[in-house]
């Protein structure tokens, strides 16, 4: 089908569903199926064709990687690992302006290497570190800016569930993805920590401290480090648990001593070695696994339907167009690029980072290889850009996330929150321009690694 009114077809129906609330797998597979009647006008060669290519998906053990690292972040976040990260990190940095919010922002980083989704991590923190926040004086509109903004990081720091979504469509090297987020990851991190500690000393008020400071608020400050040995004892090997976890599971994909696939079994299964010695009980431990397969089961089953979504466009020679309108639009290749950014943050304010993903990547991938870019910069600059649309309203999923984690705030209005995430945006428009001037931030450790092997 070179048919253009077929193609528009075929790419309207889809938009159509998507925006008219039809769930995205039920729209790419409902698409799928059309674009395949459209071409052979046989039904029972489109139903061969999209069966096999369902059981050639189902079967390929890549797609285990999703539920088992959910899996290991579940059990950590259900032990209270969160908590310690947290405790630890801020107990450490007393002297710091700012210090529960720079504490918030590295407990993420860490908490992220441990799980993939950014929802867990803006759920868990908002009930750890907001309280302590407000305890300490904190403008709310800054605390809850913190927690939603920095639990962004779950998408950008491996093991990412975008990312794993993002190689099973283009075939990328989930590990190659996975180490490329590293870097980028800590420029984030980095990033974040100076606009907190920036505030802290020209706006102290936003943080709890300054000459206005009361006295009773001081003295609970200074009894912060009265901590029982015992207590911080458990804490701190409950931090260097995670710690060596994440080294064991980025470390073995990095250096090749398994795929990621087995790294994230490894993962799930220390993961819930170390929920065992911290008392976790088996009806708390089926209550992960629950948890996590109600929540993978549907991303399976969207990621087998942009599978066969992508064949299709494939076919329809709908990539092949993309490459020679832009090829011959007499646009540079940033240009390009900068289009193909407004179009994720448009997408962003409507509809969910997946199904951004799914929606785009299949077009926008070739597309930027055939102009140069390269496919593992291309794919973390995607991210960043696509990890905004979790901040920016009307869908802003982190902050609704926040919000209804937060109940005891009758009066909290999700605007509050959009505003405090305001500097977190520009950030990752920072780091977007960033990697797209400096790719090198995200190529250098794979490539690094595929030299090492």
Known sequence: MQNPTDLLILIGALLTLVFSGIHIAVALGLCSMLGLFMMTGDMQGMISFA????????????????????????????????????????????????????????????????????????????????????????????????????????MLIPPSVLMIVWGVLTELSIGKLFIAGIIPGVLVVVLYIGYIVWVAYTQPHRVGEGPNIPAVQQKELDRENDVPEADLRAILWSTVGI???????????????FTPTEGAGVGATLAL?????????????????????????????????????????????????????????????????????????????????????????????????????????????????????????????????????????????NGEIFRGCIPYWIVLLIAIVTIAVFPALATWLPNLALANP
Request: glycine content about 8%.
């Open 51 to 154: 069966s096999s290519t369902a059981y050639e998906a189902l079967r390929d053990y890549v797609f285990a990687v999703i539920p088992l690292f959910m899996l290991m972040g579940e059990f950590l976040a259900k032990c209270g690992a969160a908590r310690d990260l947290f405790t630890l990190v801020n107990r450490s940095m007393h002297r710091i302006r700012g210090r529960l919010g720079t504490a918030t922002v590295l407990a993420n980083a860490l908490f992220a290497f441990v799980t993939g989704v950014s929802i867990a991590a803006a759920a868990a923190f908002s009930k750890i570190a907001y309280p302590e926040m407000r305890r300490h004086g904190y403008e709310r509109k800054f605390a809850l800016g913190c927690i939603a903004g920095s639990a962004c990081l779950g």
């Open 243 to 257: 710690v060596a976890l994440i080294v064991i599971v980025l470390g073995g994909i990095w250096f090749g001593f």
């Open 273 to 413: 070695a170390l929920a065992m010695s911290r008392g976790m009980k088996p009806k708390e431990m089926l209550a992960a696994v629950i948890s996590v397969g109600r929540t993978s089961a549907p991303l399976l089953l969207l990621l087998v339907t942009a599978q066969l979504y992508s064949r299709v466009l494939s076919m329809t020679g709908v990539t092949g167009m993309a490459q020679d309108f832009f090829s011959q639009s007499g646009l540079s290749p940033y240009t390009v690029l900068l289009l193909m950014v407004l179009v994720w943050f448009v997408l962003g304010m409507l509809i969910d980072s997946i199904s951004i993903i799914l929606l785009t990547v299949p077009v926008f991938a070739p597309v930027a290889m055939a102009l140069g870019f390269d496919p593992i910069a291309f794919a973390i600059l995607g991210i960043l850009a696509i990890e905004t649309g979790l901040l920016t309203p009307p869908f802003g999923i982190l902050v609704f996330t926040v919000k209804a984690s937060i109940p005891d705030e009758p009066d909290l209005k």
